[in-house]
């Protein structure tokens, strides 16, 4: 069973990734959450505060996703890569839309609250840990997989704005995976 501080989160996660920042607010959170006024205020004083909680279970639900993910074998092949590349990215714009829109909302924020900027910074820092991990099975690079990392996020971003309107990722990700894949062959 969910904990009430989890379902303030997830609500707030809802609000967030639907109505944008300027409509978090505590009572938006409660009502979202079919809470009492004030439930999200008990849990998190502050803004700033919901804002570093809101970035803690986005990661925590991440890493549930990552688990579910890593009892997958792991790459055998570039392809394999790929297909599991195109379906995250696929996945994060389409079934978990909000929740990625969320995150990028967060990022928003995260020049003015510090405390936010730092979770968000370790968040990050993992799920990079993370590609490198699956990248490496296929024999790419550290640096290679952080180019590959950070055309995912701008895939994400055009995505979520409707400028890319292909609907396969996977022709795209392939020619840069294959690209960077020989490149780390050619060292």
């Excluded at 804002?51 to 092949?77: F, I, K, M, S, Y």
């Excluded at 990022?107 to 730092?118: K, M, Q, R, S």
């Excluded at 024999?139 to 180019?147: E, K, L, M, R």
């Amino acid at each position: 069973m969910i904990s009430h501080r989890d379902r303030v989160l997830d609500a707030a996660i809802e609000v967030l990734g639907t109505r944008g920042s300027r409509a978090l607010t505590h009572r938006a959170v409660d009502e979202a959450a079919g809470l009492p006024t004030g439930s999200t205020s008990n849990y998190f004083r502050t803004r700033d505060a919901l804002l570093c909680g809101l970035a803690d279970r986005l990661e925590q639900r991440d890493h549930a996703d990552w688990a579910a993910l890593n009892r997958a074998p792991a790459p055998a092949t570039v392809d394999h890569l790929v297909d599991g590349l195109a379906l995250f990215l696929t996945h994060t714009t389409t079934t978990d839309r909000v929740r990625t829109r969320a995150r990028l909302a967060l990022f928003g924020e995260a020049p003015t609250v510090p405390a936010l900027h730092d979770a968000l910074h370790r968040a990050h820092h993992r799920l990079r840990d993370w590609a490198v991990e699956m990248a490496a099975q296929v024999g790419i690079s550290p640096a290679d997989t952080a180019i590959l990392v950070d055309y995912l996020d701008g895939a994400v971003v055009h995505r979520l704005g409707g400028f890319e309107r292909a609907a396969d990722p996977r022709p795209a990700l392939a020619r840069l995976v294959h690209a960077l894949h020989r490149t780390g062959d050619s060292r």
